[in-house]
């Protein structure tokens, strides 16, 4: 199994640069399979959100509908994939931030009762709770 970093993934969403893009199709081709997929980081997933967000000004529909077509990529092994299907539910209708979306999902995967913050936007998501004084 090979790991596969942002950039790598990013060139095959966006398309953008076509020498780069070629290459990422042809490594996927030649060194991913069902039986032997490509690993992505559920750290990769958070990057790519920031930079389909951040640089290239994505919305957050498209954000989601772009990482659930790396999710459905049978050639590609995501970590978390439950857990990040679920934030991205959490984050089209959500003003929380992804990473909170996710961090609460993670959490409740794991057995967390709640997580508690100081954010409100993220208090406000299922499995957050705020947490007050001070």
Partial sequence: ??????????????????????TAERLIATHCSSEEPGYVSRLV?????WALKGFYGYDRSQIAASIRALL???ELEVESADEIHAALSD???????FVDCLLARTNEAIGCDHTVTF????????GFRLLTGG
């Fill in 1 to 22: 199994m090979i790991g596969i970093d942002t950039n790598v993934l990013l060139r095959l969403l966006v398309r953008d640069l076509d020498a780069q893009v070629r």
């Fill in 45 to 49: 997933i958070v990057e790519i959100v």
């Fill in 72 to 74: 459905n990529v049978s």
């Fill in 91 to 97: 984050y089209e209708i959500s003003a929380a931030g």
């Fill in 119 to 126: 954010d409100r936007k993220a208090a406000k998501l299922k």
